[in-house]
């Protein structure tokens, strides 16, 4: 790194000399000059960093047909005519191009141009050609087009007289497109910037656009841009417009403020930005919520809080991109929001078929992570799903899948649901990731939509040992949920004569310290309980809590009775006839603002049941409605025993 930086200090200088002296050097000179700085830089970088070099010093042209000239007026280096093509319509009419070769078919159409305009293409061509993955798509036919190379040569050539704006602007989509950063064009492009911010008259916009491209080719420690940062923070922040303060948090996003850096100048924009959240449009909203969540702002939850609430409104005019962004947010911070809600339930109703795969399973998500069973977007993915899901990604078909059967919902057309399932899973077992065809399985038997024709390949060795490998290795959370479809299998499909789970991967308790098969009972609540069953039963010794049963599940309360119906001792166990457990159901284990059972929750009771139990459900929303102990006495003798005068103990 210090031999890079050494080298490129080097490369400033030589260059600053050979423009000072221009007129002193021959062209010979130069060329070799350029020669030399090339061969330099060639031996420091790797192959993949390089691309074809740009400069082209034999066109005297920047568009075929037409010679160079300069406008004085805006000291730039391109060829002006008449009066300048408005901005706003030329960005209206690259947005509504779909490759490079139409950009560069475009501007080379003009007969005016500026070197903003030309930063816009450039621009408009990296948006294009740039994946997600930061790869460019055909670099080949960008670095080879003739009006891209008279387009660097000009910013090669005239760097010192183009705009600003132009050249940070040019800069970044170079970088984008993967240039090579020690070119020529890259290095005089570099170097002007550097000028430009040494005199401090850099607006906040030009110091982002600028610091996202230093960041690219050196990192976050590189000198300009601690630079930036440093007349970023002399910026009065009152004065900032929203989109300027949209712009600081994706640099800090980006990687600027990575680590805790830069915390403090994080702490005033989170502070300010709640007293203009209401004034934000989608993009810029969208984007503060998403670098909240990149640079894990978790202190600053009053700014979520109003940034969701003022979300609303927009719900409709996000684009699916902004709309991840905003429900990825409210899930990492937790947060929902009940008018939010049903302005993604509308939206969604209506957008379903047409939204983005990605954005759909961000709402389901959202209603996942907050427990929100919302029968209309459980519905309208559901109806998607059958005719959209093959194109799904695997990951995208299980998020929108396992939603069901966490918060325990079958939609209307759930055998059509599942018969599409079944056939991408048929189709496409192989491509599945093994914790994700775990969960995806596990979840479908908590709605007793169970997946006998792919259990022989669950249980197999080799599946068992794609399992050890991925990851953290075989968890205990893991081992639950194979040890939960070995008993689904038992109890529910006995059927199933296919292998079986070996001893050695299964639990003996669902119940485990973070994730968990099973809700522990609440603990307020059970005291209720417990007390109302002494004066109930008579005393504590008739009942037992917190059961651990031979089948992995733990009973909240068990009594066991006699063949006469007698009450036994809850250390008895001789001649026990009849066991029954009291599922003591606080707010947890429910949907939020729901009577309906969590899946997890369902699938206990539904095989308890199997396995000889009589569970008694008592539920938070009823035994919370009870005055006095009186009637709590008669609630749980009607509860548990409904046929009895009185139980006999």
Not at 282 to 298: R, W
Not at 350 to 364: G, L, N, Q, Y
Not at 372 to 399: C, G, H, M, W
Not at 604 to 628: D, S, T
Request: hydrophobic share 40%.
């Amino acid at each position: 790194m210090l031999q890079i930086c050494r080298y490129k200090i080097m490369l400033r200088k030589t260059l600053s000399y050979a423009t000072t002296h221009r007129k002193a050097l021959n062209s010979q000179s130069c060329a070799i000059l350029a020669m030399q700085v090339k061969h330099t830089s060639e031996k420091l970088l790797p192959l993949h960093c390089r691309c074809c070099h740009s400069t082209i010093w034999n066109q005297p042209y920047l568009f075929p047909g037409e010679t160079v000239r300069h406008h004085g007026d805006a000291g730039s280096g391109f060829v002006m005519k008449k009066k300048l093509i408005d901005e706003k319509q030329f960005c209206e009419q690259l947005s509504h191009l779909g490759s490079s070769k139409d950009v560069f078919k475009l501007v080379g159409s003009l007969k005016v141009v500026s070197d903003s305009l030309v930063s816009l293409a450039l621009q408009r061509v990296s948006e294009i050609e740039v994946q997600e993955d930061g790869g460019v798509t055909k670099p080949l036919d960008v670095f080879e087009n003739d009006v891209f190379k008279a387009l660097c040569f000009q910013f090669e050539q005239d760097s010192q007289k183009v705009s600003t704006t132009g050249l940070v602007r040019a800069l970044r989509a170079l970088v984008e497109l993967r240039v090579d950063p020690w070119s020529m064009l890259m290095v005089h492009l570099v170097s002007e910037s550097q000028n430009r911010l040494d005199k401090g008259h850099m607006n906040i916009p030009d110091l982002c656009m600028l610091g996202q491209s230093m960041l690219d080719l050196e990192g976050p420690d590189c000198a300009m841009l601690l630079q930036i940062m440093e007349q970023v923070q002399e910026k009065k922040l009152e004065d900032w417009t929203p989109e300027e303060i949209t712009m600081v948090y994706k640099l800090l996003q980006l990687g600027v403020g990575e680590g805790g850096r830069y915390q403090g100048l994080l702490n005033q924009l989170n502070n300010f930005t709640v007293s203009i959240a209401s004034n934000l449009s989608p993009k810029p909203l969208s984007t503060v919520l998403h670098a909240l969540v990149v640079l894990n702002q978790t202190q600053a939850i009053p700014l979520v809080t109003d940034l969701s609430k003022y979300s609303v409104r927009h719900i409709s005019h996000f684009t699916d991109n902004e709309l991840e962004s905003v429900l990825g947010a409210l899930i990492h911070f937790g947060h929902s929001d009940r008018h939010f809600t049903e302005a993604l339930e509308r939206h969604v109703s209506k957008a379903s078929f047409t939204m983005h795969p990605e954005a759909v399973s961000k709402a389901i998500q959202y209603c996942s992570h907050r427990l929100i069973l919302s029968r209309p977007i459980f519905d309208a993915v559901a109806e998607s799903f059958v005719y959209n899901a093959n194109k799904f990604t695997t990951s995208q078909v299980a998020r929108q899948i396992m939603p069901f059967g966490k918060l325990n919902y079958l939609p209307p057309n759930a055998t059509t649901l599942f018969r599409k399932l079944e056939s991408i899973l048929s189709s496409r077992f192989s491509q599945f990731q093994p914790r994700t065809l775990l969960n995806l399985l596990h979840s479908c038997t908590l709605i007793q939509r169970f997946p006998v024709n792919f259990l022989a390949k669950i249980f197999s060795p080799y599946f068992l040992q794609q399992l050890q490998v991925q990851g953290t290795g075989m968890d205990k959370f893991v081992l639950s949920q194979l040890t939960q479809l070995f008993l689904t299998v038992t109890l529910e499909c006995p059927f199933y004569e296919g292998p079986k789970l070996l001893p050695k991967y299964r639990v003996k308790t669902f119940i485990i310290p973070g994730r968990s098969l099973e809700t522990p009972v609440d603990p307020h609540l059970y005291n209720k309980v417990k007390t109302g069953l002494i004066d109930l039963l008579g005393a504590r010794m008739y009942f037992a809590s917190h059961v651990l049963t031979p089948y992995c599940y733990t009973l909240d309360v068990e009594i066991k009775l006699d063949e006469e119906g007698f009450i036994l001792p809850a250390t008895h166990h001789e001649e026990v006839f009849k066991r029954i457990a009291l599922s003591i159901d606080g707010p947890k284990r429910f949907c939020a603002d729901s009577n309906n059972l969590l899946g997890k929750e369902a699938i206990k009771q539904r095989q308890l049941r199997l396995l000889g139990y009589e569970v008694v459900q008592i539920p938070y929303f009823e035994f919370e409605a009870l005055q006095n102990s009186d009637d709590i006495i008669a609630y749980l003798h009607k509860k548990i025993f409904p046929y009895s005068f009185r139980p006999n103990w």
